[in-house]
């Protein structure tokens, strides 16, 4: 086995993060390999790319509800059926470049990917062994089309493992390795050193808070959110990051003004520092995705969440509540309440700590490549 390609899909961060991740550790740790990354869905026609992935975004961003009826309609039924077919059709142009590859190994981290692979391969117009790699932490049945042409199957937790053993893949196929994880979580931080290069103290607890969002998802109740945490004011740090969104940035900042909070308070745009903030926070309060949730795991953060997805997200939320891992803050949830319940006992807070240890695979990334490589 020479030839490797990593099959992605633009539709949110995770997936292109956790091809990323797979990419990195197979170039570092096994150099005898031909190893290459590649955006199927852009590649098969980028026309229909640019048009999903807007309608995606704004879905997602505008209309929750619309993607939440989108994403459990594709489960089964009608909506289901098209997405195979279109799958298939758009299979025979990615044809052209397996041929042109000629990969040992097909790595997909976005059902579309393996959907196309398992059709040709069904087919028998390529041999290529297929691995697919699930990146949620809840199953969702297009990942499962094309399955008996499938060779591997890597999943977040066991209880996903015994989901697709009662759709009757081999449980040989299914392993419990997690999502993959860039290397940069598993480093050592002098804590000290990072408190002090944002200007933090070092006697406070830390809350990192994802107010952003790829999507710049319920903008208004985040905003409603952030304005409750800044005039909490007990003797928390607050690390918010407003990611590529200007306008949350703003926001954030006019409210840290008004409450003359910037000795407590700071507010960054887009930063490739998480790793280094999560490691000296005590607290995230997130969105819950495959990869934020993935990477709050591996630095024992507990989570609240806030303005999930319905879909994927929700069930990645409900998810992190049954396991004490994680709190989903609702509209009728008292914030003030929470906070002071949280802070005040300390136990609760240490305890949804130690229940990450159950779900974190900080290894995950290693784990995946040694069983397809070794």
């Known amino acids: 086995m020479n030839k490797i390609l990593i099959f992605y899909a633009s539709y949110g961060g995770g997936h292109l993060n956790a091809a990323k991740s797979i990419y990195e550790y197979i170039t570092?740790?096994?150099?005898?390999?031909?190893?290459?990354?590649?955006?199927?869905?852009?590649?098969?026609?980028?026309?229909?790319?640019?048009i999903t992935t807007a309608a995606y975004r704004e879905a997602a961003?505008?209309?929750?509800?619309v993607w939440g009826r989108i994403y459990s309609d594709s489960q089964k039924g009608p909506l289901a059926h098209l997405s195979s077919r279109s799958n298939k059709i758009m299979a025979i142009k990615l044809l052209k470049l397996l041929r042109e590859k000629q990969p040992d190994l097909i790595i997909s981290t976005h059902p579309f990917g393996s959907q196309m692979c398992s059709y040709l391969k069904r087919k028998g117009k390529?041999?290529?062994?297929?691995?697919?790699?699930?990146t949620d932490f809840a199953p969702h049945d297009q990942w499962l089309i094309g399955s008996d042409f499938t060779d591997y199957y890597f999943v977040a937790h066991n209880k996903m493992?015994?989901?697709?053993?009662?759709?009757?893949?081999?449980?040989?196929?299914?392993?419990?390795?997690?999502?993959?994880?860039?290397?940069?979580?598993l480093e050592k931080y002098d804590k000290n050193m990072i408190l002090k290069s944002f200007s933090l103290s070092k006697n406070k607890k830390n809350i990192l808070f994802f107010g952003g969002g790829e999507f710049g998802l319920g903008k208004t109740r985040t905003i409603e959110f952030f304005r409750t945490l800044v005039s909490f004011n007990n003797g928390l740090q607050i690390i918010a990051i407003a990611g590529k969104n200007e306008k949350m940035k703003i926001a954030?900042?006019?409210?840290?003004?008004?409450?003359?909070?910037?000795?407590?308070v700071k507010v960054l745009s887009f930063t490739n520092q998480v790793p280094e903030l999560m490691s000296i926070s005590d607290l995230v309060i997130t969105k819950p995705g495959g990869m934020t949730t993935t990477e709050s795991l591996a630095s024992h953060l507990p989570m609240l969440i806030i303005n999930p997805i319905p879909g994927q997200e929700e069930e990645n939320a409900e998810f992190l509540e049954?396991?004490?891992?994680?709190?989903?803050?609702?509209?009728?949830?008292?914030?003030?309440?929470?906070?002071?319940?949280?802070f005040s006992n300390p136990e609760k807070l240490q305890k949804m700590k130690e229940n990450t240890?159950?779900?974190?695979?900080?290894?995950?990334?290693?784990?995946?490549?040694?069983?397809?490589?070794q």
């Open 322 to 342: 049954r396991n004490g891992i994680g709190i989903w803050i609702k509209k009728d949830t008292d914030v003030n309440l929470l906070l002071t319940d949280l």
């Open 161 to 185: 493992k015994e989901y697709l053993i009662s759709k009757n893949i081999p449980e040989q196929h299914i392993f419990t390795t997690g999502i993959p994880l860039s290397k940069r979580f």
């Open 252 to 264: 954030f900042e006019n409210i840290v003004e008004e409450y003359e909070a910037q000795d407590r």
């Open 357 to 373: 240890n159950i779900l974190a695979k900080p290894n995950s990334t290693k784990n995946i490549c040694d069983i397809l490589l």
């Open 126 to 134: 390529i041999h290529a062994k297929i691995a697919t790699i699930m």
């Open 28 to 50: 570092d740790n096994y150099s005898t390999y031909d190893v290459e990354m590649i955006d199927c869905m852009k590649y098969v026609n980028k026309t229909i790319e640019k």
């Open 61 to 65: 961003k505008k209309m929750p509800w």
